[in-house]
Antibody, heavy 113, light 109 residues
Framework: QVQLQQWGAGLLKPSETLSLTCAVY????????WSWIRQPPGKGLEWIGE???????NYNPSLKSRVTISEDTSNNQFSLKLTSVTAADTAVYYC???????WGRGTLVTVSS | QAVVTQEPSLTVSPGGTVTLTCGSS?????????PYWFQQKPGQAPRTLIY???KKHSWTPARFSGSLLGDKAALTLSGAQPEDEADYYC?????????FGTGTKVIVL
C-alpha cells in the first residue's frame, strides 16, 4: 500500500521560500504523476503542479513563475519550492498521487511577519 | 488561465438524486479535459471519487457516477446518504496543467 509522508517548515516570513518534501513508501516512484495541491483556510482547492519521472513537471500558470517541483528518485521523494511567499500563500499543502487517491496528511504553511 | 465553475451549493433529500456540474470558461468540457471529481469532508484531505470522466476507485460508492452532460462534466449522486454531505470539487486538465473547480457544497437534508 503506497503511503506519502510530507514535511517542511510551517511558518515563513513574507518573501521567503516555501520548501516541502514528500516521500513515497510502499510502491514505485517511476511511472506515476506526483502532485502538489493546496487549500487556503476556509477556501477551495488549488492545483499547484505535478511531476513524472522522465517527463518533467507541469505547473499552474498562475504560480509558474514562482514554483519548482523536483524529484529525487534515489530516495523516492519529490519536492515543492515556492519563492517570494506572501500571506496569500498561507494554506494546507498536500502531496498526492491524485489519480489513485493517495494523499499526504497535509502541511499547514503560514506566512506571517 | 481557465476558470472552472461549479454550483456553490446544492441540497438533496436523503435517498434523492442530485447532479453537480463542472463548466469551463474555455468552452465545452471534453474527454481531453480528463475530468476528476473529489470529495472533501471538514478537516479531512480530499478523496478522489472519479477520474477520466467516469472511472471509479474501489472505495467509490456505486451511487456516484460521472459523465459528460451537454457542455460540462457532471457528477450524479443517486440515493443520497447523510454521509455524502461534503464539498465536491472537479478538476480539469488543460494540456497537462490542471485547474480545480470552485467547489459545490452538498447538503443532505
Amino acid at each position: 500500500q503506497v503511503q506519502l509522508q510530507q514535511w517542511g517548515a510551517g511558518l515563513l516570513k513574507p518573501s521567503e521560500t516555501l520548501s516541502l518534501t514528500c516521500a513515497v513508501y510502499g510502491g514505485p516512484f517511476s511511472g506515476n504523476f506526483w502532485s502538489w495541491i493546496r487549500q487556503p483556510p476556509g477556501k477551495g482547492l488549488e492545483w499547484i503542479g505535478e511531476i513524472k519521472h522522465g517527463e518533467g513537471a507541469n505547473y499552474n500558470p498562475s504560480l509558474k513563475s514562482r514554483v519548482t517541483i523536483s524529484e529525487d528518485t534515489s530516495n523516492n521523494q519529490f519536492s515543492l519550492k515556492l519563492t517570494s511567499v506572501t500571506a496569500a500563500d498561507t494554506a494546507v499543502y498536500y502531496c498526492a498521487r491524485q489519480r489513485d487517491d493517495i494523499w499526504g496528511r497535509g502541511t499547514l504553511v503560514t506566512v506571517s511577519s | 488561465q481557465a476558470v472552472v465553475t461549479q454550483e456553490p451549493s446544492l441540497t438533496v433529500s436523503p435517498g434523492g438524486t442530485v447532479t453537480l456540474t463542472c463548466g469551463s470558461s474555455t468552452g465545452t468540457v471534453t474527454r481531453h479535459h480528463y475530468p476528476y471529481w473529489f470529495q472533501q469532508k471538514p478537516g479531512q484531505a480530499p478523496r478522489t471519487l472519479i477520474y477520466d470522466i467516469r472511472k471509479k476507485h474501489s472505495w467509490t460508492p456505486a451511487r456516484f457516477s460521472g459523465s459528460l452532460l451537454g457542455d460540462k462534466a457532471a457528477l450524479t449522486l443517486s440515493g443520497a446518504q447523510p454521509e455524502d454531505e461534503a464539498d465536491y470539487y472537479c478538476l480539469l486538465s488543460y494540456n497537462g496543467a490542471y485547474v480545480f473547480g470552485t467547489g459545490t457544497k452538498v447538503i443532505v437534508l
